[in-house]
């Protein structure tokens, strides 16, 4: 047994362990992700559009892992529609911004690890560059929307007196938590998985212009900072969307409960 595979039955003892049927419900999320990534990996080497495969590719994901690892049905629903507007308006985001930059392909410092390669792959690099960016930022956004949209449906459910305003405010503090613990896990992440990178650079004895002009580090930093906005992006959608919801609902039922008695008065 591979020591991969160790780690694999390790992970699904865990979460099994621990949580349970909703411990196994994650796992398989997990799995059926997984399967969804490599599906899109031989979609676009078999020269399917990369941004059509990842937009089919990303809902699908979303919906796995929303629907999957969560009961409340209202919650859940809000937090994929806030997702997936979120998710279209970073793909508007990314066209330009990618362009602009011009990080596509390889760097100069990964010239050595593929210059044995045939690079004339027939793929739009710039694409593969967007659907890359865009999966990186799926489960930020996942994981801020469910926690807005489950956070919000339990304050109206313990309060049935909540105002618009009290539930718009509780979503900004709950989305502020929420921000800055993925900001600094997307900065950490970033900067530990570089890091044999700029201790080399240092080495180099290289300045601080080279690190701002390096394709690397700059598409390293603009991945941070898609994820930072979708994240933004999705806490103020999530919260506009359950606010909305909740005070329909509210007037669906005192709609419900004057008619009915109404009706009684009439009997």
Do not use: W
Request: charged letters at 15%.
């Amino acid at each position: 047994m591979s020591t991969l595979s160790l780690l694999v039955l390790i992970l699904f003892g865990l979460m099994v362990l621990v949580g349970g049927k909703r411990g196994l419900s994650a796992f398989l999320s997990v799995v059926f992700n997984f399967s969804l990534l490599f599906m899109a990996l031989l979609l676009i080497a078999g020269s399917i559009s990369p941004l059509l495969v990842v937009l089919f590719t990303s809902i699908c994901i979303l919906a796995i892992t929303i629907f999957m690892g969560n009961s409340d049905e209202d919650a859940t629903t809000t937090a994929f529609f806030a997702t997936i507007i979120v998710l279209l308006v970073m793909m508007a985001l990314m066209l330009p911004m990618d362009y602009l930059a011009q990080i596509k392909g390889f760097a100069n410092e990964q010239s050595e690890e593929i210059e044995a390669f045939n690079l004339l792959v027939g793929v739009d690099f710039e694409q593969v560059l967007i659907a890359t960016t865009i999966l990186s930022t799926l489960g930020a956004i996942a994981e801020a929307a469910v926690a807005i949209a489950s956070g919000l449906e339990e304050l109206s459910q313990h309060n049935a007196a909540i105002t618009l305003d009290e539930i718009y405010r509780s979503g900004k503090n709950i989305g502020f938590q929420i921000m800055g613990m993925t900001f600094n896990t997307l900065f950490f992440g970033m900067f530990g998985g570089d890091l044999a990178l700029f201790v080399l650079l240092h080495k180099l004895k290289e300045n601080f212009g080279y690190y701002l002009n390096s394709k690397i580090f700059v598409a390293e930093s603009m991945q941070v900072l898609y994820s930072v906005i979708a994240v933004v992006l999705v806490i103020a959608i999530t919260t506009y969307l359950m606010g909305k919801k909740i005070m329909k609902q509210r007037q669906n039922g005192l709609s419900k409960s004057e008619t009915g008695d109404q009706d009684e008065k009439t009997i």
